[in-house]
T-cell receptor, first 114, second 113 residues
């Protein structure tokens, strides 16, 4: 599927590194999301952007810094991460009107923090 | 607060047999309901959704789900599973006019030959 793309698909980083995850949606949506999926835990919503404005920060540590320059692109900047941050990071997008709440997901970035 | 419960962590089913995955939610009003599937190493793919209307909804890959208001349930079914249906399945609930999805913990389906 090419509706929502994420790069890179895999990332290994040390705790002192700085890296960024990228998400791009080609669906004409105005809302974008970051989720964290850890083993044996439910999906955790991290951030929500609607029309480029952040509308939700679900008590995420400041070592995760989102950026939404436009409605099609979403970034997650990572710095000084901890090993427990290793997980699959999923991006999603949806419309913003009534009846447009269906979220479409990208393939995810598998992150390993050493 | 709303919650989504998928009582079965793991289900094993024979190829060609029927499959039913359970989902219960707690929320005061009828929310929007979704089923997603996730194959290993992949993102979540939408199988089907219920917003209103006919309580039996058809989805992709031969799946269907039935919304039962009295039981606060939205169970997923497939009459005859294929080996490619082995995956993890997530039920999700979306409050009306809210941008947040609440997910169940997921049910892993194993298909044996």
């Amino acid at each position: 599927e090419t509706g929502v793309t994420q790069t890179p698909r895999h990332l290994v980083m040390g705790m002192t590194n700085k890296k960024s995850l990228k998400c791009e949606q080609h669906l004409g949506h105005n809302a974008m999301y970051w989720y964290k999926q850890s083993a044996k835990k439910p999906l955790e919503l991290m951030f929500v952007y609607n029309f480029k404005e952040q509308t939700e920060n679900n008590s995420v540590p400041s070592r995760f810094s989102p950026e939404c320059p436009n409605s099609s692109h979403l970034f997650l900047h990572l710095h000084t991460l901890q090993p427990e941050d290793s997980a699959l990071y999923l991006c999603a997008s949806s419309g913003s009107g009534a009846g447009e709440e269906t979220q479409y997901f990208g393939p995810g970035t598998r992150l390993l923090v050493l | 607060a709303q919650s989504v419960t998928q009582p079965d962590i793991h289900i094993t089913v024979s190829e060609g047999a029927s499959l039913e995955l359970r989902c219960n939610y707690s929320y005061g009003a009828t929310p929007y309901l979704f089923w997603y599937v996730q194959s290993p190493g992949q993102g979540l793919q939408l199988l089907l959704k219920y917003f209103s209307g006919d309580t039996l909804v058809q989805g992709i890959k031969g799946f269907e789900a039935e919304f039962k208001r009295s039981q606060s349930s939205f169970n997923l079914r497939k009459p005859s599973v294929h080996w490619s249906d082995a995956a993890e399945y997530f039920c999700a609930v979306h409050r009306y006019n809210d941008y947040k999805l609440s997910f169940g913990a997921g049910t892993t389906v194993t298909v044996r030959a």
